[in-house]
């Protein structure tokens, strides 16, 4: 079983970067398919960005395709997202999942780090 908890969100002005981690507990971290969600206020949870365990192939949401960038470090257990050019839209607590080899969903959903772009 792996669980995970981000960290790293925060207010930041648009235009601004910050950079959210994932810290992933368990044996099998290396192992699964990453990926960073948002959820806005009112609205459904949606992808941002994956990445496979090899880190050799990332996907994104065309909304952050090209200010953002996802990566992980297998050897610490961590993924990460670099978020720049940041926009208001933007503002959405962030969660990572990683994606079940069995059934091809998303889960083991950490509590999620929030992000706050102003104006």
């Known amino acids: 079983q792996v669980q995970l908890v981000e960290s790293g969100g925060g207010l930041v002005q648009a235009g601004g970067s910050l950079r959210l981690s994932c810290a992933a507990s368990g044996r099998t971290f290396s192992a699964y398919l990453m990926g960073w969600f948002r959820q806005a206020p009112g609205k459904e949870r949606d992808f941002v960005a994956s990445i496979v365990w090899s880190g050799d192939s990332t996907v994104y949401a065309n909304a952050v395709k090209g200010r953002f960038t996802i990566s992980r470090d297998n050897a610490k257990k961590m993924a990460y997202l670099q978020m720049n050019s940041l926009k208001p839209e933007d503002t959405a607590v962030y969660y990572c999942?990683?994606?079940?080899?069995?059934?091809?969903?998303?889960?083991?959903w950490g509590p999620g780090t929030q992000v706050t772009v102003s104006s």
């Open positions: 999942a990683i994606r079940s080899p069995l059934t091809g969903t998303f889960g083991s």
